[in-house]
């Protein structure tokens, strides 16, 4: 502060003690005004912490609403699924989360509101209404007191009237009483004797109203000049502390306020930098990022002429004991099979199955920068306990320490797994082997690797031969024919000498049938072509060896009329000629007759 300062604020107070001593002075008959002006200003304060209050329960109610809107507006994201957000997402997830941190600001500022407002406010109008009593009572004392005195000069004022007025009435008397030759000499002598004693009574009052008068000056002076005007003082210093408490408040509500809006608008700064982010190219690269499968496009399908060479398909073909199943193929698209949850993520098609064992190698990574943190601590605690055995059991942290570094050894080779795995789906260099802590921990080799097309093959593996296995079941009772006629019937030794009865899926078989549709969880075109998975050593021209040209093995004659009743039978009419093309020795056998195949009865044919 500089003495400029001193100087003014000198000058200030000096001007504020004239104007507080001159303030009686100026209203020394405004006493009621006074007593109404401060009424006013405590009634105002009063509306102040209102209004206050107010403005705390619109903030509340406001930041309670906000929160309200973030809960029910807030994405349900997970922990791994929030890195794969689109940018419209995370802009949108910003915006929620920034409503959220908006209404906490409200929050503060109905905080701020109420310990620096409204209970401040409360105190003062406490304080103001018990000073301003106070100074009521003391002002209604000394304005009793003087109008006392006012009160005793009017008294005063007419006994001397009156006893002047008597006076005189009694020398007008006596002056009649003495001209009266009537009156006796007693009755003058009455008189006088009257007129003496009014004159003593008047000089008597006389005095003591004069007295009185001087006394009462006196006091009307105390009372004017030092007694009322301190009290008008007193209600000039209490205006001056309200008021002052009062501005001291406003600035503290808008202090309040300025805060806390550089925050809101730094909220509103982070909505328009997230919206600035979003970016649609970003979006459907990662859209597509997310969504491919690593699948290869399937390859251009040959047209295969039936009655030529077949390709077998592990999904789509049709077994050779199957009757029910349609030989043209399902004209609906074959659904992926459901695979069970594996630790290698092989139920994943490849691209997925990778980001999660590299999302699962971050995960054991921050694993183990945790359990070596561990181990540093309960180390340095066992050095201590050690030297002091006084501050700590060395053998129960002797425990704890060797079952730490088992959980570290158990947490490294789940790293070394997936590490093992990634490198095997990668085509990189496997990684070193850990250093294990625990002299009791061994290392083991993981298993290989599992892909998504091997558990499709051996999932629809083990489809195909239930599916055969109940068509067996189903076609165990042939329909017999309407009359026995063993001459000319076809033989199952006759046509199935090369088959065995304990073979489900004899090497020498083919399935015919029509490459129908295929879906996005196909096997590869290398798994196509048998029911056994080929050597990775294998070539194109052993595929093609594989497949068996299909060639009509005998003719056959229909004895009666068949009619088909399940999908994969054929109906026939006696007397018609029919190509054998199958015969598994299972009661039914697999014909063509004009273009159409299907299965039919043995009992029902017999050869040419």
């Avoid at 009424?39 to 705390?56: M, S």
Wanted: contains cysteine; hydrophobic residues 30%; negative net charge.
């Amino acid at each position: 502060m500089t003495s400029e300062d001193t100087h003014n604020d000198t000058e200030q107070y000096e001007h504020n003690g004239s104007v507080a001593q001159n303030f009686g002075l100026e209203l020394w008959d405004q006493y009621d005004e006074m007593v109404r002006y401060t009424d006013q200003g405590v009634e105002y304060i009063k509306k102040y912490a209102q209004f206050a209050k107010e403005r705390i329960e619109l903030e509340n109610m406001f930041a309670r609403k906000m929160k309200e809107m973030m809960k029910k507006n807030m994405p349900k994201y997970t922990k791994q699924s929030g890195s794969d957000l689109f940018t419209y997402q995370k802009a949108f997830t910003v915006a929620v989360h920034e409503v959220g941190d908006e209404a906490n600001q409200h929050e503060r500022i109905a905080e701020s509101l109420t310990a620096n407002v409204y209970k401040p406010l409360l105190q003062l109008q406490h304080d103001k209404e018990a000073e301003k009593r106070n100074i009521q009572n003391e002002g209604t004392t000394v304005r009793t007191k003087h109008e006392q005195n006012i009160q005793q000069l009017d008294r005063m004022k007419r006994r001397y009237e009156d006893s002047h007025r008597d006076a005189i009435q009694a020398k007008l008397n006596l002056e009649k009483v003495e001209y009266n030759p009537k009156v006796t000499k007693d009755a003058v002598d009455k008189a006088r004797l009257l007129v003496t004693t009014k004159d003593r009574t008047l000089a008597e009052n006389k005095d003591q109203y004069q007295l009185f008068i001087d006394k009462f000056n006196k006091s009307q002076k105390e009372h004017y000049y030092k007694q009322m005007p301190l009290v008008f003082e007193k209600f000039f210093k209490m205006e001056q502390s309200r008021v002052a408490r009062v501005k001291f408040l406003q600035e503290q509500l808008v202090e309040g306020l300025r805060h806390v809006f550089p925050i809101i608008n730094t909220c509103y700064d982070n909505i328009l930098d997230s919206g600035k982010q979003i970016s649609s190219d970003k979006d459907l690269i990662q859209f597509m990022e997310q969504k491919k499968s690593g699948f290869p496009i399937p390859e251009d399908r040959e047209f295969l002429e039936y009655g030529t060479t077949a390709t077998p398909n592990l999904q789509l073909g049709i077994s050779k004991t199957s009757k029910k199943r349609n030989i043209f193929g399902n004209p609906k698209k074959p659904a992926a099979p459901k695979l069970d949850e594996a630790d290698d993520y092989s139920h994943l098609p490849p691209n997925p199955q990778k980001k999660m064992i590299n999302d699962r190698i971050e995960a054991i990574q921050r694993e183990v920068s945790q359990n070596e943190a561990s181990l540093n601590a309960i180390k340095h605690m066992l050095d201590i306990y050690e030297k002091n055995p006084a501050l700590g059991n060395v053998r129960q942290t002797q425990e704890q320490y060797a079952e730490e570094k088992k959980n570290g050894d158990q947490i490294k080779l789940d790293l070394y797994k997936f590490q093992i795995w990634h490198s095997q789906l990668e085509g990189t260099t496997p990684p070193n082997k850990p250093e294990l802590l625990d002299a009791n921990s061994r290392i083991s080799e993981p298993p290989a690797v599992t892909t998504y097309e091997d558990r499709l093959i051996v999932i629809q593996r083990h489809e195909l031969q239930k599916q055969n296995t109940k068509a067996k079941t189903q076609r165990s009772t042939v329909p017999r024919p309407p009359h026995a006629r063993g001459a000319g019937r076809i033989s199952t030794a006759d046509t199935d000498s090369d088959f065995s009865d304990d073979e489900e899926t004899p090497q020498n078989s083919t399935h015919y049938h029509t490459p129908g549709p295929s879906s996005t969880t196909s096997l590869p075109t290398s798994y196509q072509t048998s029911y056994q998975q080929p050597d990775e050593a294998s070539t194109e021209s052993d595929k093609s060896a594989s497949m068996e040209a299909v060639h009509p093995i005998g003719r056959v004659r229909a004895l009666y009329d068949f009619s088909a009743s399940s999908d994969g039978e054929l109906s026939i009419s006696a007397g018609k000629e029919m190509m054998l093309l199958e015969n598994d020795g299972s009661g039914w056998i697999y014909v063509e007759l004009n273009g159409s195949k299907g299965f039919v009865p043995l009992s029902y044919v017999e050869t040419m």
